[in-house]
C-alpha cells in the first residue's frame, strides 16, 4: 500500500477522524447538559408543585392527604421517589412507605451541600440543589433535587403549634427523578454521532478517492506505463496530453522529453549507421575497383584497337560507358559516406532518362511493365550530376516496377517545363543574425530541411522558434507554446533583436522580424502565431523561375496514407528485407543537392506519382 | 648493366598487372611487374626503371611505405601511385610524398596512357634539366616563389582579398604534347581539392586531368583564356590562371601543398 492514491486517502480520512470525532464529543456533551438541564428543571417544577400542593394539607396537618398526595405523584413513570423530611432529619411523608420514619445522616450525599459548613444554609441556588448519582455502579443514574420549606406566619401561626417563628427551615422536599430515559437519548445521540462519523469519513474518503484517482492516479499510471515503454525502448510512444495541470504538464515535457530522445537516438544510430555503411564503402570500393580495372582497361583497350570494326565498337562502348558507370557509382558510394558535393555538367534530361531506363529495361519487361513516355521535346539542358540523377530514375523506376509487382501495370514518365514563382518552391539554406552568426540549425530539421533557429520570448518565457526553411510553408515548431501573442525573436547565439521596429506585418499589424539571407537580401516574417505573412523581397524580383518537372506515375499498390510523410526519411523501408531503406533517402538527399524538390502524392490501389522539380538555372 | 625498362607495376591485382602489361606493352613500353612493394624493391636493386607503377593498398608495405623506403634508399624512380580506395586525401597525400601522379583505380586505357606519356616526358625534361645545369639554358619556367604547388602539376596563389587563382604549371604543360583542347569548370562550381578541376587534350587525342590544389567555390573563370586556350603555354603563372575561388577550408588543405620557394633551394 505505498500508492500516492491511498497515502492522501488516509491523510484525509484521519483528518475527517479526528475532526469528526471532536466535533461529535462536543456535541454529545451539549445534548447531554441539555437534556439533564430539562430534566432538573422539570424536577424542581415538580417539587414546587408538591410544595405548593401539600401546602393547604400541612397547614392543617392532613398527613394522609399529604401521603396520597405524594403516593400519588410518584406514580408517574419518570418519578423514582418524593420525600419530605422534617428538619431533624426524619422522613415524615414518602412515596415508599418503608422509608417513613427513618433518619437520614445529614452528612449524607444528598444533604452534603447545605450541611457541610456545619451551619446550615437557608438559601440555595438550583444547581446546589440538585444531585446526580447511582444507587450502585451498575444501576441508571438518578436526579435528585432538595426543596427546602421555608417557616412562614401561616406555619406558626396555625393551630396545631407545629413550628415556631424562630425557625427558618422547617423541612426539605426531595424529589428523586430517573434520568434512564435521558440517558438513553445521550446513549442514541451518541450511536447517531457514531454513524454520523462513520458514513462522512467513508464518503470522504470515497469522494477524495474518486478525484484522487481521476486527477492523480491515472496521469500517474500513464506516466508510469510510458516510463516502462520507453525504458523498454519504445521511444515513439507518447501520453494524451490533455489537462492543463502539472501532470498535465509534466507529460507534455515527458512527451517532448522522448521525442528530443528519440531524434537523438535516430542521428546517433544513423551516424552510427553511416560509419559502418563508410567502412563498408571502403571496402567495397577496393574490392569492386580492382576487378573494375581489369574490366575497364581491357575493354577500352579493345575499344581504341578496333576502331576499323563498328560492329563490335557500338557494343564495346557499352561496355566502357556502364563500367565507368559504375566506377561513379562506387565513387559516390564512397562520397555519400562523406557527403560530398554532386558533380554537376549540363545535360539532356531526356538522355539521362533513357540511359536509366536502358538499365532497368530488363526488370520492367519481366513484370510485364509498359513504360508510357509523355516528354516534352522544348526541354533546355540542365545542370545536373548526369550520374546522380541517373541513379534516382532508376531508383524511381525500381520501386514503380516493384509497386507493380508480377502481373504487369504502367508506368507513366512526363516531364514539362514549368515556370514557378519562388513562393512554396525556394528552401533558406543560409541565414544570418546581424552580427553574422549562422541560424540554420543542421539538427533540426522541418519536412527534412535544416530549419532556421531563433530564440523566441512570449509572456516571459524563453525558448526557440524553429521556422520552416521553405519559402511560404509553415510548418514551423516552437518550444514554447504562445498561441496568438507576438513574439519577441533573436539570435541564439548573441541575443541581438531581429524584429524590425520599422515595419509592421501588412496583414495583422504584429510586428515584423527578419534576418539576412547572405547574397539573397533579407527574409521579412510576421511574428504573430498563426499569420503566415512572409516577403524574401530578393527573390521575389527575380520573378518566376524556370523549372523541368519529372513526373514518374505507377499504377501499383500505392503508399498507406500513415507512411507518406515518412517515405524520404533514411532507413524507413516498405519493402521489408528486400530494401535498404536508403532509396528515397538518397534520391531526396541528391535532389535537395540539385536545389530541386521531390514529392510523392499516392493512393491506395491507385498508384503512386513522384514529381520532381529542377531549377533550369542556378 | 642490361637495358633500362621503362615500367614497373606493383599491385598485389594480378589481373590489373597484367591488364597494365599488356596495353602499355602494346603502347611500345617495356613493362615489368611485381606482386608487392618488396618484390618490386629487390627488382629496383637488380636494375634501374624509367617508372613505377604502384598500388596504395597492398599487403606488408603499403605504397606511402613503399615511397619512404624508395627514399631513404635514395632511389630518384618517379612514382605514379594508385587505388581502389580513391578517396582524394589518399590522391594528394601521394603526391605531397613525392609522387609525380595520381590515377585513381578503375582507369580507362587512355587515363593510363596518358599518365604514363606524361610521366615520360617529365623524365626526359628533369634529364635535360641535369644537362641545362652545366649551360645555363631554361628548361621550362619555375613556379613564382611566393606559390604553392600539389604535386608538379597546378599552382595556387593567394590574393589579398581572401580569395586564391589556381592554374597549371609550365612544366605540366612541357610534359604534354601540343595542346588541342582546353576544358575549364563553370562559375560557381565547387571544386573538390585533388579532384579534376580542368582537362586539357593534346594532340595525340589524350586527354590529362589537373588535380585541383583547393577546394572552394569557382567565383571566375579566366575570361582571356576561354577566348585564347593558347594563351596558356605563353604565361602559364600569370595571365593564364585558370580560376579564382573562394576556399574552403584553405588552412588545411595547405598543408599538403609544396611551397615553390622550396624548388630553389
Known sequence: MNKIGFKLILAVGITTVISIGVYSFFMVRSISGGLEGEVERHANQLSETVKYGTRYDMLFNQRDRIHELVRNMAAQPSINRIRVLNKSGEVVYSSREEDIGQMVDKQAEACYACHAADKPLERLSIEDRTRIYRVHADSTRFLGIINPIYNEPSCWEASCHEHDQGQTVLGVLDVVMSLEDVDQRIRQSEIEMLIFAVVAIVVLSFIVAVFVERWVDWPVRDLLSATEEVASGNLSHTIPAKRSDELGLLARSFNHMTAKLSEARLQLFQSDKMASLGRLAAGVAHEINNPLTGVLTYSSFLLKRTQDRPEIQEDLKVIVRETLRSREIVKSLLDFARQSVPKKTEADIHEILDRAQAVVENQLSLNKVRVVRQLDSSLPRITVDSNQMQQVFINLLVNAADAIGRNGGTITVQTSLLCLSPYGMLNIRKAQCPKRHNLIDNEFKIDGRAAVKLRMVSNEEEGFLYLDPLYGSHHHRQTVAADGEPLQLSCPQCHTSLMDPEKKCPVCSAPVFRFDIPGKGQFENCSRKGCEWQRWAAVDEEGHKDYVEIRVQDSGCGIPKEDLPRIFEPFFSSKGQKGTGLGLSVIWGIIDNHNGSITVQSEGGKGTTFTIRLPVKE | ?265
Open chain 2, 1 to 265: 648493366m642490361s637495358k633500362i625498362v621503362d615500367l614497373l607495376a606493383v599491385d598485389d591485382e594480378p589481373v590489373v598487372l597484367e591488364a597494365v602489361e599488356r596495353t602499355c606493352t602494346t603502347e611500345g613500353y617495356s613493362v615489368e611487374t611485381a606482386a608487392d612493394a618488396s618484390a618490386a624493391l629487390d627488382k629496383l636493386h637488380n636494375r634501374r626503371y624509367r617508372l613505377i607503377l604502384c598500388d596504395i593498398m597492398m599487403p606488408a608495405l603499403d605504397g606511402f611505405q613503399f615511397l619512404a623506403e624508395m627514399d631513404r634508399r635514395k632511389i630518384k624512380t618517379p612514382v605514379i601511385m594508385t587505388t581502389g580506395y580513391s578517396t582524394l586525401e589518399n590522391a594528394v597525400r601521394s603526391l605531397y610524398d613525392g609522387a609525380i601522379d595520381f590515377i585513381p583505380k578503375p582507369f580507362t586505357v587512355d587515363e593510363l596512357l596518358a599518365s604514363v606519356s606524361r610521366a615520360m616526358k617529365y623524365i626526359e625534361i628533369q634529364a635535360a634539366l641535369r644537362q641545362a645545369r652545366s649551360t645555363d639554358s631554361i628548361v621550362y619556367v619555375p613556379c613564382p616563389t611566393r606559390y604553392l604547388r600539389l604535386g608538379y602539376g597546378s599552382w595556387l596563389s593567394l590574393e589579398n582579398d581572401g580569395s586564391v587563382r589556381t592554374g597549371v604549371t609550365d612544366l605540366y604543360l612541357r610534359t604534354l604534347d601540343a595542346i588541342r583542347e582546353l576544358k575549364l569548370r563553370h562559375g560557381n562550381d565547387e571544386l573538390v581539392q585533388g579532384s579534376s578541376c580542368a582537362s586539357l587534350v593534346s594532340k595525340d587525342g589524350l586527354e590529362h586531368q589537373v588535380l585541383s590544389p583547393v577546394s572552394g567555390r569557382v567565383i571566375e573563370v579566366n575570361p582571356d583564356l576561354a577566348d585564347d586556350p593558347m594563351l596558356l603555354q605563353k604565361d602559364p603563372f600569370f595571365r593564364s590562371w585558370f580560376y579564382r575561388l573562394i576556399p574552403s577550408d584553405l588552412e588545411y588543405e595547405m598543408k599538403h601543398l609544396i611551397p615553390c620557394s622550396s624548388d630553389r633551394i
